[in-house]
């Protein structure tokens, strides 16, 4: 069963992974079929393998021998081991981090990501939640989106806050604290002063380093 899960796992870091790129280069995700990113040629089956494929081709292209982001085979591995995790009760926060995964793999290349997947992620983290819980945390939701596009320098991303609304709904406020600062720590030691970042990866990083901790 665990290894089922994890080719499972697998397959569904490289969707990830294919479904933010076609996202930055603003491609469908049904056309063109799977291709490089640099050269077009279309990938034949055994080149799209996850995990195993970059593996075999040390992590370049078959064909112009361009170098394939080494991302994809951190993501493939990690949510191969993220799934291994599942059991019907995780179901929802495994879908949950599945898709602030793909967010923060948009986010990471151009500081945004699709509007859809907050009004999905925060669907699926009010499941299940008592109905004075789901009209305050629609209401933050609906603040937090009103709010921001009026904020001339926001120091904080609307998705950002939006993840943590979603973080605290699914696991309490005592996790939301040690995710953040865990998040907060991990900026700290890799980004420089006075930029501007994503600050998605750090958060899911963290949260999937809680999730995968115990
Ligand atoms: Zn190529």
Known sequence: ?????FVYGACLGSF????ADRYVTGESPFFPPSHCATCSTRLVPWQMVPILSYLVLRGRCAYCQANIMPTTLFVEG??????????PTFTLPLLWLSL????????TQTQTFPGWLSWAALGISLIS???SIILLATSLFGLIRWLWPHWIHPW???GDLEMMLGYW??????????WVLLACGLALLTVRAHVKFAFLPYLMASALAWWLWP
């Open 169 to 178: 709904l699914l696991f309490g406020s005592l996790s939301l604290v040690h």
């Open 100 to 107: 602030w995964t793909f967010a923060a793999l948009c986010d």
């Open 1 to 5: 069963m665990t290894l089922i899960l």
């Open 129 to 131: 939640q008592p109905w």
């Open 156 to 158: 904080i991303g609307d």
């Open 78 to 87: 990690v949510t191969a081991i993220l799934l291994t995790t599942w059991t």
């Open 16 to 19: 990830l992974v294919a479904m």
